[in-house]
């Protein structure tokens, strides 16, 4: 009796075992018969390598991933103040009171009335869950924090390492990404030297992208989703004559590859573009003394002053504005108040913001943007006396309140400051930067249209190319939060309708 039961259990558990594998079959084979195209994500800078990755690892989604440069990183490799996340476990390590609110309050005020809320408030909502995929997902330490201008707390976060904080995201989802090719080339495909110019749309539903390889040959990829990471528009003086002619003299931080070709084919689709005009001027780009007349200047990161960094007007020996308020009021301060020839200023660290920055102050330095120098030296090229620039410093450092209304007086210069005192000096000016306008989408990263419905089944948008994220004025670190994601929503909404 008891040989019969026993027998009656397995018969019964190779049953089950069976209808299982019936089901898991089913679902293997209309899984793979969604996926007969892999996505293609058009640009590899933090949001095309966000998207790639979570469409990859997470979901197992096969991927075409395609950039006209020649390397992996657009302009993200270039940020180096960090990236936004409220409330995080760095902030509670180190007893940072923030919240998801505050950092939607900042972003709000630093817009001035454009852009769009939803999106910002989304930005806020899902920043500390983007800072948290990079520490566990990716091994990143983001342990150290900076308060940027217009932020009420320190919420740009980077790690303690050597790397700056884009450099090093870019380089650690890069060679993920790049692992996974080499051991598995059906799923992640990387072609680089590739200018996409069209995507077919056939009945409201993507069907194709088309691109000149590099031997300049058309090609085509079926698929069918597109996700546009293609940055934005800021080296071209054409996008810039068109939306905002009165930038066009300035000099840029951007690369010869950010010439705005996403938003163009966007708006070709139907896409809506939106706050276009809204173009953020830098206010600081560093002058290199080699080269002060060159277009393209190096940004002094916002960092620089987030953690202690004030400027000097060149006419008056004296500071002239909170360094601390929003990009634009900044700006507009050094191209009121300073040289208006050239709209130079000083940016002038203490020892302790050395300490505190040294990885990217000792890289300055090699470029000779910023020299070790003493407060007596400095005072020779301004019109005041040793003792004025010492007093200058040292008010900054003990004053409260701050003349300009300044909380944050971390890594100052001291309360003993004299012609001896050494400090770092570096010269500045305001450059174009980021162009907030672009894309519209929906917080799902669908690109719209001028209804307001998808432009199409499969089109999605990410990172600079989009817009509404930051309306007026981008807060910093939140370009590369912005990345992160927007390109992991665009990725899981692909997934969901799987």
Not at 383 to 391: F, G, H, I, K, R
Not at 466 to 490: D, I, K, M, P, Y
């Amino acid at each position: 009796m008891a040989s019969r039961r026993r027998l009656y259990t397995l018969l019964i558990c190779i049953g089950l075992i069976a209808v299982l594998r019936l089901f898991s079959n089913t679902g293997t084979t209309d899984m793979a018969s969604k996926l007969s195209h892999p996505v293609v994500i058009i640009g590899s800078g933090l949001a095309g390598l966000s998207t790639a990755n979570q469409l990859v690892l997470k979901h197992k989604i096969p991927i075409v991933l395609l950039d006209k440069a020649s390397s992996l990183g657009g302009n993200s490799i270039k940020a180096s103040s960090g990236i936004n996340g409220a409330l995080t476990n760095t902030q509670m390590t180190l007893k940072v009171e923030d919240s998801s609110t505050a950092f939607y309050q900042d972003t709000v005020n630093s817009a001035k009335k454009a852009g769009v809320r939803t999106l910002m408030s989304k930005l806020a909502r899902d920043s500390s869950s983007a800072i948290s995929w990079l520490q566990q997902e990716y091994d990143l330490k983001l342990d150290l924090l900076a308060q940027l201008g217009g932020h009420s707390a320190p919420r740009t976060h980077r790690s303690s390492g050597k790397l700056p904080p884009g450099f090093e995201i870019v380089q650690t989802l890069s060679n993920k990404l790049k692992s996974i090719s080499e051991a598995d080339p059906q799923l992640v495909q990387i072609r680089l030297n590739s200018k996409v110019f069209d995507v077919e749309i056939v009945d409201r539903k993507v069907k194709s992208v088309e691109y000149y390889d590099e031997n300049g040959k058309a090609q085509r990829v079926l698929t069918e989703n597109v996700v546009f990471c293609s940055g934005g528009f800021g080296f071209s003086k054409e996008m810039l004559d068109k939306y905002a002619p009165a930038l066009r003299s300035l000099p840029t931080t951007n690369g010869a590859q950010t010439t705005g070709d996403g938003q163009q084919l966007i708006e070709k689709l139907g896409g809506k573009l939106i706050d276009m005009s809204e173009v953020q001027v830098h206010p600081t780009g560093f002058v290199d003394p080699s080269d002060p007349h060159s277009n393209w200047k190096f940004l002094a990161a916002e960092a620089l002053r987030g953690l202690g960094g004030i400027l000097l007007n060149p006419l008056t020996g004296r500071r002239f504005v909170n360094e601390l308020d929003t990009r634009d009021v900044v700006t507009d301060a050094i191209q009121a108040q300073c040289p208006q020839d050239e709209n130079r200023a000083f940016i002038v660290m203490s020892q302790d913001v050395y300490a505190n920055y040294k990885n990217n102050m000792d890289f300055y330095i090699f470029k000779k943007l910023i020299q070790k120098t003493t407060v007596g030296e400095l005072a020779d090229s301004l019109p005041v006396s040793v003792a004025e620039l010492a007093s200058e410093l040292q008010t900054y450092s003990s004053e409260s309140p701050d003349t300009f209304k300044r909380t944050s007086r971390i890594n100052s210069f001291g309360t003993t400051v004299d012609g001896s005192t050494a400090i770092y000096v570096g010269q500045v000016t305001p450059v174009v930067h980021f162009t907030m306008g672009g894309a519209k989408i929906d917080e799902t990263s669908r690109i719209l249209d001028k209804a307001d419905k998808f432009v199409a089944d499969g089109l999605y948008a990410a990172g600079e190319v989009s817009g509404g994220v930051h309306g007026a004025n981008r807060l910093g670190g939140s370009s590369l939060l912005e990345c992160v994601v927007f390109g992991r929503t665009a990725a899981d909404s692909i997934a969901a309708k799987l």
